[in-house]
């Protein structure tokens, strides 16, 4: 690893340091993996131990940390000796480095008196105040709290200055900024973990006040939808029976009045339905009814290559498998389907390692040389399986990977099943396989909760559904379309402007990817960031340009508030302007 370049006399490196005693802490897990999300520099620091307590110091005396996180309000007077805490406070107080605390029993030393009863605080709802709503620009002003959180509400006592930022509906601080004479706090009297709503709203502004608004890191609110096995007939579940119908007649396939029922609601809602199409499907049918149906809307749907005829790639060989590719993408072609180039999804991930099937199932041989003469670079994979990697390794679910020189982008399988075009098929099959009798609203609800969770993780990577979710509307069940509206009206409940963002699956693979070779630089030493509060210098000692996410320049375009987007920086040196308030 190379040593990350040095900080001049008026600058900070830009990078936060996220500390806790033993750095498990959960709140320490969240913060960083919200923080390696979103691409911003990190160090976790476990002050139980003396060298972790040594490198704190020095990364303050070098100035190497422009921003401090800590697990909880008790941390430094436990874990820290008399003459490291004075040290800690003179540094962060003369560098002017913010803290967030991110769980702290209310005290005096940090502005606010013991709290009077302390407990859970399940569906509170919460307000920012004026001073919150500056912090918080892109939220709403009432934040409701999620269930299994537990607070300590507390009132600002006269030992320094502290300014509230959300309180709870007695008035009383569960957010709030403290001025001490060691520097300022962002003091939060409530947990919020990654399993939490709440923690993942405050994230974007609890980081643009710890850096003053500009820091290394891309934040968006993404929702990609991929809708598979267009074009075919999905088998289907038979609520008699509690289980699949194996009769192969017993199959649903969309029809033309169900494409336009889609296409309307797809631009009434403002979002695309990228379409993985397979031509088998509509090849048999001269005349197809859906495909002109589908067609005729234009570009409201984007296409995807599904292979011709969803057949499993499992054992197939080279040949076979280039067949099944570049056959589809020759039958789009013929029948005026703008398909995406470059992309593959495969029928049920097949080809592609299922380490969590028994017993496991390996890549297919001969998948990498086939996606080279296909010319595919982006391939799709199951986000919630673990996959083998290009080494001895095994790639963790929803890790992108390479397969020879294309990238396995991770897609999100939701709880809609593949079988199901009615409520009744849905709710059946749950109750079948899990042995609980939840109710459609109550799959709505979780699914809702899990896609709500994924926009505000900075989470790219698309969603995908089946083609038979897309019928049934006529009879009032319209499966894909229940689950999205109720993910977009949770959404606009507490963020009411910020754009929602559809990448296309080659622009999530781009990004995935740049994501990756951001962080190796990263891990290398080969990118440092750093600032003297008015401009940002980026090092980069590496051999090849390197795109940087930045969050507070005055370039790119403006999202939640704030200028934000990817930078290519050649070998050497480059400077950007840090935005001015309100740019």
């Known amino acids: 690893m190379r040593q990350a370049a040095a900080a001049r006399p008026d600058e900070l490196e830009m990078r936060i340091a996220v500390l806790g005693r033993t750095g498990q802490e959960e709140i ?3 913060w960083q993996a919200a923080l390696a999300c979103t691409g911003v520099p990190h160090v976790t620091l476990a002050l139980a131990r003396p060298e972790h307590r040594d490198a704190l110091l020095r990364s303050l005396r070098d100035r190497r940390v422009h921003a401090l996180i800590l697990a909880d309000g008790a941390l430094l007077d436990t874990a820290l000796d008399p003459a490291q805490r004075r040290a800690v406070a003179t540094l962060s107080g003369e560098l002017g480095i913010r803290r967030l605390i991110a769980y702290a029993y209310p005290a005096p030393g940090h502005g606010l008196t013991p709290a009077d009863a302390s407990g859970a605080l399940d569906d509170v709802p919460a307000t920012l105040t004026p001073a919150g709503r500056a912090v918080f620009p892109y939220l709403r002003d009432r934040i409701v709290i999620d269930a299994g959180t537990w607070g300590h509400p507390a009132a600002p006592c006269g030992a320094g200055a502290f300014t509230p930022l959300l309180t709870d509906p007695h008035g009383a601080v569960l957010l709030g900024i403290h001025g001490g004479a060691d520097g300022e706090a962002m003091v939060q009297t409530m947990a919020a973990h990654h399993r939490h709503g709440h923690a ?7 980081l643009a ?13 993404y929702l990609s939808l991929h809708v598979d096995d267009v074009l075919l007939a999905n088998r289907m579940w038979d609520v008699s029976r509690h289980a699949g119908d194996g009769d192969p007649a017993a199959t649903a396939r969309m029809t033309a009045r169900d494409a336009a029922r889609a296409a309307r609601w797809s631009r009434a809602r403002g979002l695309r339905l990228d379409l993985a199409c397979n031509g088998h499907g509509s090849s048999e049918r001269p005349g197809d009814p859906l495909l002109g149906a589908l067609l005729d809307e234009g570009d409201t749907f984007g296409w995807l290559n599904h292979t011709y005829g969803h057949r499993d790639l499992d054992h197939l060989p080279l040949v ?9 993408v020759a039958w789009a072609r013929g029948a005026g389907v703008p398909m995406e180039p470059a992309t593959l999804v495969t029928g049920a991930h097949t080809g592609l390692a299922n380490l969590a099937a028994t017993p496991p199932r390996e890549e297919n041989v001969a998948l990498a040389g086939a996606l080279r003469v296909s010319g595919v670079r982006f391939i799709a994979c199951d986000a919630s399986r673990p996959h083998r990697g290009p080494g001895p390794g095994v790639v963790g679910p929803g890790e992108p990977f390479r397969v020879g020189a294309s990238l396995a982008v991770p897609r999100h399988p939701t709880g809609v099943p593949f079988d199901a075009a009615f409520r009744r098929q849905a709710v059946d099959r749950h109750g079948t396989e899990s042995g609980a009798g939840r109710g459609w609203a109550e799959i ?6 899990r896609m709500l969770g994924a926009m505000l993780a900075n989470d790219p990577r698309p969603h995908f559904f089946h083609q038979s979710n897309l019928i049934g509307g006529d009879n009032g069940d319209d499966l894909l379309r229940e689950v999205i509206d ?17 990448p296309t699956f080659s622009e999530i693979g781009d990004l995935l990817a740049r994501r990756q070779v951001f962080a190796a630089a990263l891990r290398g030493g080969t990118v440092t960031v750093l600032t003297n509060g008015r401009r940002i210098r980026i090092v980069n000692s590496g051999p090849e340009a390197v795109a940087v996410p930045l969050t507070g320049v005055a370039a790119g375009p403006m999202y939640a508030g704030a200028r934000s987007g990817w ?17």
Do not use: C, K, Y
């Open 320 to 328: 076979g498998l280039v067949s099944e590719i570049e056959e589809n």
């Open 444 to 449: 709505v609800a979780a699914e809702a909760a």
């Open 28 to 30: 320490v897990r969240t």
């Open 567 to 583: 930078v290519s920086v050649a070998p050497g040196e480059a400077m950007m302007a840090v935005a001015r308030t309100g740019e």
């Open 200 to 206: 993942q709203l405050l994230r974007r502004g609890q």
């Open 209 to 221: 006040w710890l850096t003053r608004g500009a820091h290394v890191g891309h934040d968006r609110h």
């Open 486 to 502: 109720a993910v977009l009206d949770r959404f606009r409940e507490v963020v009411p402007a910020a754009p929602i963002v559809q």
